[in-house]
């Protein structure tokens, strides 16, 4: 039983032991370089060759990704992203030229174009990260910081950032890298006072706002009664002007229908007449002579 | 499942019993053979396809290439050796070879799954497949069934390009604000929505590294840019969708600009409110608003009453003042009795003949007035 074994076992330990052998040998000759990546094999610590590298608008499946052979234990790969990248910048408080403070976020894309010169230069593609970061943040600062408060936030900001991006791209360049571009994200104001102002400034408008509304809604409604006015006078004097004398006396019997309460109204207060036999009314009283 | 001894070949139990004391106590050879074989098979495969390509995806590739040309031969050679030491040891050679044969059975039919498994794919109508041939872009699935070489050597990501992806800004909504500077440098609270679906599957799996984050920040930057151009009132009213227009396009020139493969579908205003620290004196505008309105109507009211009044009292004497003069005298006499009479049946009524009366009026205790009416 256990010669059979032992024979049966040893002939799949050999099978195991070769096939980890090929694995092995395998493992240590062959790489794949997949699309997103760019290979740079460092023989005897000297860059040889980049494989995959960066050309601009080249169609996937033509671009040097793939199987690529390496001698075992001599050659080392160094993988470089080959997408485009991006690094944010830290918040820059900007001053511009008119004194005014903006808090900016910007962030910056970035591709390795160069891998070889990225690899000797900086070594990762965080490390280019790190050396860029912070020119891209005092560059924001110089460019933004000549010009007015208005015309950071205005279209001209496209002109900003293109200064922003050549200046970049001449360190970037040194770097094995590319920009792509660079932009502003946030651009705010700056928390405690100057928002708190321009907060309070925008309340000021608007109360004044409200102000200038109510008060031209009375202009209007003003206008709009006196018109009214004037058209009834003018539609009464239109009426009335053809007698006067006439219309003294029908306008005075109205009066005094309204006064005494006769007309259907209450009458404001009570009413006591006293009369001489020589008024008018009651001069048929006395009978006529 | 593979454990349960083929039909035919000695009783079911004892076998297993005597391979279970074999692994457990003497032969650690034996031990050790059996997960080799199982790992060069689909635990080779399936490290490199979860891992997706980089240096350890190779040494894989040679197994599910390799193997189905050799395990036949490898089999008989076991065979003929089990064969020889069944002969030997008479039936209780019997269940060893068994063993060994399962365990190649095992390694077959599991490569041969992991062959069908991973070389079709159902692609769906929405999705795409894009196939990397040991690494390198080869050629990308449209909907159907489809077929490749086996991973790891084709190695198929499927992509969703209709489903429309929607990104909030701020993120996460709640009630933070999102402050925006607009062009009359007023600030504003604004929240909208990107719409943006996967246009071409290869330039968005290999062009950029962060295509989710880049939309997101590329959204933000061309709205920030674009209210920073208009005035607050206009932001918040009139000019919305002419501002997400604009916000559409500058996006789709800057992701085009990166070759992301990537359309934006739609960008949506969701709210662009004065901010929370200045809302009520942005609610007094339109009280104020509302009020002026109010001035305007009550004055409209009184101006149409008033005309209609004045129209019915013209009216009035007009039609009194026809009779009138046919008959002036007459009539005149007529109108004055009348209200004399109405006026005076109504009051108290003192006639006094003598001049040298001191008349005593009994005036009513004072009282407030109501006001006079017209």
Do not use: C
């Amino acid at each position: 039983m256990n010669v059979s074994d032992n024979i049966a076992s040893r002939n799949v330990i050999g099978w195991a032991i070769a096939a980890i052998a090929a694995v092995v040998v395998l493992s240590s000759t062959v790489a794949i370089v997949p699309e997103t990546k760019q290979a740079l094999v460092v023989r005897f610590g000297k860059p040889d060759t980049v494989y995959n590298a960066y050309r601009p608008n080249e169609d996937f499946g033509a671009t040097g990704a793939g199987v690529i052979w390496k001698i075992p234990f001599i050659d080392q790969i160094t993988w470089i992203d080959k997408r485009v990248r991006d690094f944010d910048m830290e918040r820059q408080s900007v001053l511009s030229t008119d004194q005014l403070r903006l808090e900016v976020d910007a962030y910056a894309r970035y591709r390795i174009v160069d891998p070889l010169r990225m690899a000797i230069t900086a070594g990762s593609e965080r490390r280019v990260e790190e050396a860029l970061r912070p020119i891209l943040g005092s560059s924001l600062r110089n460019e933004l910081g000549k010009r007015p408060f208005a015309s950071l936030l205005s279209p001209e900001r496209g002109q900003v950032m293109d200064n922003i991006q050549t200046r970049l791209n001449r360190v970037a360049r040194q770097y094995g890298a590319e920009i792509v571009d660079v932009r502003i994200k946030r651009a705010d104001l700056p928390d405690g006072t100057p928002l708190d102002s321009a907060f309070n400034r925008m309340r000021t408008a608007r109360e004044q706002e409200a102000r200038s509304i109510l008060a031209e809604g009375r202009k209007q409604a003003q206008i709009i009664t006196a018109e009214a006015d004037a058209q009834a006078a003018g539609t009464y004097a239109e009426s009335f002007n053809k007698d006067p004398d006439f219309y003294n006396f029908y306008r005075a019997m109205q009066s005094y229908r309204m006064t005494f309460g006769t007309d259907g109204t209450e009458a404001p207060g009570s009413s006591n007449v006293i009369l001489s036999p020589d008024n008018e009314y009651l001069r048929e009283f006395r009978g006529r002579r | 499942m593979q454990i349960r001894a083929p039909p035919g070949k000695g009783t079911v139990f004892p076998p297993i019993r005597t391979y279970n004391d074999r692994m457990n106590d003497s032969d650690s050879s034996g031990m050790a053979s059996r997960p080799m074989l199982n790992e060069g098979g689909p635990w080779g495969g399936g490290g490199s396809g979860g891992g997706g390509g980089g240096d350890d995806g190779n040494p894989w590739n040679q197994p599910p290439r390799g193997r189905p040309g050799r395990g036949p031969a490898g089999r008989s050679a076991i065979d003929e050796l089990l064969r020889r030491g069944r002969a030997r040891f008479g039936g209780r050679g019997g269940p060893e070879p068994d063993a060994g044969r399962i365990a190649l059975w095992a390694v077959g039919g599991l490569l041969l799954v992991w062959i069908l498994w991973t070389s079709s794919h159902r692609i769906d109508p929405q999705e795409r497949g894009v196939v990397t041939r040991l690494g390198s872009y080869a050629t990308t699935l449209e909907p159907g069934m489809r077929f490749s070489f086996p991973a790891p050597i084709d190695i198929v990501t499927k992509v969703d390009i209709e489903d429309i992806r929607v990104k909030d800004i701020p993120q996460g909504g709640g009630n933070s604000q999102n402050l925006m500077l607009t062009g009359d440098q007023n600030i504003i609270d604004l929240a909208y929505s990107v719409r943006w679906n996967i246009r071409d599957p290869e330039l968005y799996l290999y062009e950029l590294a962060d295509p989710d984050e880049t939309v997101a920040e590329v959204a933000e930057s061309a709205m920030r840019a674009e209210i920073a151009r208009v005035a607050l009132n206009d932001a918040m009213g009139p000019q919305r969708s002419q501002i997400e227009g604009r916000v559409q396009q500058r996006m789709q020139e800057i992701l085009d600009s990166y070759r992301a493969g990537i359309t934006v579908q739609g960008v949506a205003i969701k709210q662009a409110d004065p901010p929370a620290a200045v809302v009520e004196a942005f609610k007094s505008v339109s009280a104020a608003q509302q009020q002026a309105q109010a001035y305007l109507n009550e004055a409209r009211a009184y101006a149409q009453q008033l005309g209609a009044k004045a129209e019915g009292e013209a009216a009035a004497f007009d039609k009194v003042y026809a009779e009138y003069k046919l008959a002036p005298e007459v009539t005149r006499r007529r109108m004055y009795y009348e209200t004399m009479e109405r006026v005076l049946a109504k009051t108290d009524k003192t006639v006094i003949e003598t001049q040298n009366v001191m008349p005593y009026i009994p005036l009513p205790p004072a009282q407030p007035k109501p006001a006079q009416q017209q």
